[in-house]
């Protein structure tokens, strides 16, 4: 009995012995293998310079970090951002002012706002609103250093100005161009400026809407202008506002808000209208727009007479809108006051109002002949007429 007995103790050692064998075996394998009890997978290195082993448990499915923590669409605005800011630049404006008792001239501050550069001559643009009256104005650049600013030519009916600045080529980065015909809401914008006098700023958003309407300093309406949720804020006013790739798509002119800060609906002139009233302002000085040789009324007569069109109060001589037959507005021999024509059309264009055929009118060039369409005493009449330069 005692031998059976001893027999069956010595199996049992036997078997618990070979189940912990198995047991420890399975366990290095999974060592090797990278597992852990979990199912994690683990990456292991080997000795590492002081000689131990480091390993790091990692979920399956983590990928690897990008550099530096940032994701793609953040690097790409960082690369952007140091790509564009070197063309944008910081506008300072003073008045001069004499005292009346000691006959010193001295400097007041007026105000500052944003530029861009736009060529290797140092040619700035900003908009009308930021120099607008002022005596002198400063242009700050990326790298700090600060030139007089000279005008060159401005544009109250389209926000914008030309200044020029001294400085070498090589402190000069100008502007990439793009074109805003092709935007479409959604898209992705960027604002660089100095808000508030706070230098080299971006703010990010996106093309809220497409073919807005706003009143310029002259009063007369700047169309097709682009809203945006960029912040932008005073100080901003003639900065860039760009697209993903960093070409400027306008600049940036006026916000929307009852505070007077950004309340996310600013407006920017579109680059399209720039590209061709910078190169008249630096040639001219000013919009050398055609014009058809008459004095219109102003749009509150028209609006009170309850008229649609523009109303010829008076006509130029030797214009082409008296070789064309145009007709002012007189008095007959009674006193009474006999209205003029009333343009209603340019070219198959309708003309609503005064600011209507302004804006028709900078499609063409001096010397065009154009089809006008008119009203007199109530009947609709058709003519053509040869347009003349500005005066």
């Known amino acids: 009995m ?8 010595w199996l049992a050692l036997l078997g618990c012995g070979f189940l912990a064998g198995a047991a420890w075996t399975s366990r290095a394998d999974a060592d090797v293998l990278g597992e852990t ?11 590492n310079a002081s000689g ?6 990692l979920p399956a499915t983590r990928e690897p970090a990008a550099s530096n923590g940032l994701n793609p669409q953040e690097r790409a605005n960082i690369r952007l951002f140091e790509e564009s800011a070197p063309s944008v630049c910081y506008i300072t404006t003073t008045n001069v002012r004499r005292d009346y008792f000691s006959r010193n001239i001295t400097e007041i501050p007026r105000g500052s706002g944003s530029g861009f550069v736009w060529d290797y001559k140092g040619h700035i643009i900003t908009n009308y609103h930021v120099i607008q009256g002022a005596d002198r104005a400063t242009v700050t650049l990326a790298d700090r250093s600060t030139w007089e600013a000279v ?21 000069l980065r100008p502007m990439p161009v793009g074109t805003s015909d092709n935007l479409q809401v959604g898209q992705s914008v960027y604002a660089i400026g100095n808000p508030f006098g706070l230098d080299q700023t971006l703010t990010t958003g996106i093309v809220s809407a497409l073919g807005r309407e706003i009143e310029s300093v002259a009063g007369i309406p700047i169309r097709d202008v682009i809203q945006t949720d960029a912040a932008i804020n005073p100080g901003n006013s003639g900065g860039p506002l760009l697209d993903s790739s960093g070409r400027l798509i306008g600049v940036n002119t006026a916000i929307y808000s009852p505070s007077g800060a950004s309340a996310g609906i600013g407006f920017s002139i579109p680059v399209d209208v720039v590209s061709w009233v910078v190169p008249e302002l630096i040639e001219f000085g000013r919009l050398k727009r055609p014009t058809l040789g008459v004095e219109l009324a102003r749009p509150q007569i028209v609006e009170r007479l ?7 109060i008076d006509v130029i001589k030797g214009s082409g809108a008296e070789k ?4 002012p507005t007189m008095r007959d021999r009674y006193g009474s006051i006999v209205l003029g024509d009333i343009i ?4 198959g264009e309708a003309v609503k109002s005064t600011n209507d055929l302004i804006l028709i009118l900078e499609k063409y ?7 006008v369409e008119l009203i007199r005493d109530n009947e609709k009449l058709k003519t053509q007429l040869r347009l003349d330069p500005a005066r």
Not at 2 to 9: A, G, K, Q, W
Not at 324 to 327: F, K, S, Y
């Open 52 to 57: 131990a082993d480091a390993t790091a448990t």
């Open 365 to 371: 060039e001096p010397g065009d002949l154009v089809e």
């Open 306 to 312: 309850g008229l649609d069109g523009a109303l010829v």
């Open 344 to 347: 209603t059309g340019i070219n």
């Open 2 to 9: 005692n031998n059976r007995f001893s027999l069956f103790i």
């Open 151 to 171: 005008p060159v030519g401005v544009a109250p009916e389209k926000d914008l100005a030309v200044l020029r600045i001294e400085a070498p080529r090589n402190a």
């Open 324 to 327: 064309a037959g145009i007709r």
């Open 37 to 47: 009890p979990s199912g994690e997978v683990t990456e292991t290195s080997g000795p």
